[in-house]
């Protein structure tokens, strides 16, 4: 979509909004802002598929510049939003929210001083969100809210990134090595790592600031052998001072998983481990490159109960080529009877120029999996569970979300910190972003590849000066 804008800086919004609601739209979207008498006035034509639509949207200004600034947005986009309806087959059910974190808006508001049920009418009146995605983002957002009441100033959570996996799944959009990048780079990696970390634990212990999660992401950090675990876990440790209230492994795919790695994460104090299946069905997982079956993931989750982990989530993802909305209940149920803590329901992101789309040409529709995303809520809500945090895909058709979802008391604190950018996100290895909150949001990214991180990372005393010039 071209999109042409004028008397506006707010070019972001309109392309996001286009890109979300008309992903393959191919036409002209052209916008006019203007202010006048108090008064924002938003304009906007559109053309697509040789029709036109025409839509006005309006707002009185506050007086405070940086609200009419988010007002101005929020015009602008009720104008688009209501010129692209028309070409919608049904009105989309996040309405014109494009952003990716919405449970933000709801703990916005809430502290504000605003009621939950003011925040769930805030977005089904001012952004056209149905009565069901508002109750879900209010639930989330008021999570959000509690959580952030507990953080301070000098709060971290800290994240550890491991970019390696055994096999490369054909719907991998992150940057993860396969095959034999592991074995040459795996344990250089790990000491980068280790470097960095230690450089953050020196910067803990001199800034007097305390940690509250750590998470260790991928990727499949289960790759690295029980030694290999128990080296990085120490050194996580280090940085933060000791175990903080919650510390997580994401395991990830069952095939990496074996008794002697869960005792070594246990034993090194990691609270919380992912063992994610995904699907129950073998077809599926050999369809989309993933070298375990059902069953292993079965032997994986009960090796980490037996281990005495009393945190388990389970990530599911529904749309995976081939599945029917069968298919997808099937996998609920089972892992429904094993009672995980957290379960996570993905949609699945078909992302564009990714070799998912020559691999597998059938798309599942988004009608069936709003179907298999309404019966996980259904499903997940009658056996107890809670949506605590979620995000929502950029660039996938139908707009889905990721819930994760929780038995009462169970949430993953650092789920909920680094989804609503809560508290600083101290981070370390290869793309990773680190997030700090206490003055405005500033982040600092770490080269996106293994080998560009290695690269470039025998000294990371450049990174410590620029975190230590922010704190001062
Ligand atoms: S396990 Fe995750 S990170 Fe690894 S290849 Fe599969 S989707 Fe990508």
């Not at 605003?114 to 109750?135: H, I, M, N, P, W």
């Not at 940690?211 to 990085?232: D, F, H, K, M, N």
């Not at 056996?383 to 996938?396: F, S």
């Not at 290695?454 to 230590?468: C, I, N, Q």
Request: hydrophobic share 35%.
């Amino acid at each position: 979509m071209k999109i042409v804008l004028t008397g506006s800086e707010a070019l972001y919004t309109v392309e996001q909004l286009c890109q979300t609601l008309l992903p393959t739209g191919e036409g002209i979207c052209n916008c006019q802002v203007t202010r006048r008498d108090s008064m924002i006035f938003a304009n906007c034509h559109m053309r697509l598929d040789s029709r036109e639509t025409h839509a006005t949207a309006r707002h009185a200004l506050s007086g405070d510049a940086h609200r009419d600034v988010n007002l101005e947005r929020r015009t602008l986009a009720r104008a688009v939003f209501r010129a692209a309806l028309p070409y919608l087959p049904q009105p989309p059910e996040w309405g014109m929210l494009s952003g990716v974190r919405p449970a933000k808006l709801v703990r916005a508001h809430l502290e504000r001083g605003g009621t939950l049920r003011g925040a769930k009418s805030f977005l089904q009146r001012e952004y056209f969100v149905s009565e069901k995605k508002a109750a879900l983002c209010t639930e989330a957002g008021k999570i959000a809210a509690e959580v952030h009441k507990t953080f301070s100033e000098r709060d971290f959570s800290l994240y550890a990134h491991v970019p390696f996996c055994p096999t490369r799944c054909t719907y991998c959009s992150f940057i993860s090595a396969a095959g034999d990048a592991f074995a040459r780079w795996g344990e250089p990696y790990l000491d980068c790592l280790c470097r960095e970390l230690a450089m953050l634990g020196r910067l803990r212990a001199e800034h007097s600031l305390r940690a509250r999660s750590i998470y260790v992401g991928g990727g499949t950090p289960a790759v690295y052998a029980p030694e290999q675990l128990r080296r990085l876990c120490q050194a996580l440790r280090d940085t933060c001072g000791g175990v903080p209230e919650e510390f997580t492994v994401e395991a990830g795919r069952p095939d990496a998983i074996t008794e002697e790695k869960l005792i070594a994460l246990y034993e090194e104090g990691v609270t919380r481990i992912c063992v994610n299946p995904q699907t129950i069905h073998d077809a599926t997982l050999k369809r989309i490159g993933r070298a375990h079956t059902a069953a292993d993931f079965f032997r994986a989750y009960a090796l980490a109960r037996k281990t005495g982990f009393q945190e388990v989530n389970c990530d599911l993802i529904a749309g995976l080529p081939g599945e029917t909305a069968g298919d997808f209940q099937d996998t609920l149920v089972k892992i429904l009877s094993l009672a995980p803590e957290n379960i996570t329901v993905h949609t699945l992101a078909r992302k564009r120029g990714s070799a998912f789309h020559e691999l597998h040409t059938e798309a599942t529709s988004p009608e069936v999996i709003t179907h298999m995303l309404a019966e996980a809520e259904s499903q997940l809500t009658e056996a107890g569970y809670r949506p605590y945090y979620l995000y929502r895909q950029k660039y996938t058709g139908g707009s889905f979300e990721n819930i994760g979802w929780t038995k009462p008391d169970h949430l993953c604190l650092y789920n909920v910190s680094m989804m609503e950018e809560i508290g600083n996100i101290f981070s370390a290895g290869a793309g990773a972003v680190t997030k700090l909150t206490s003055r405005g949001l500033t982040r600092f990214t770490n080269p996106k590849y293994p080998a560009e991180y290695l690269a470039a990372g025998s000294d990371f005393s450049a990174r410590y000066e620029a975190l230590v010039k922010y704190d001062s």
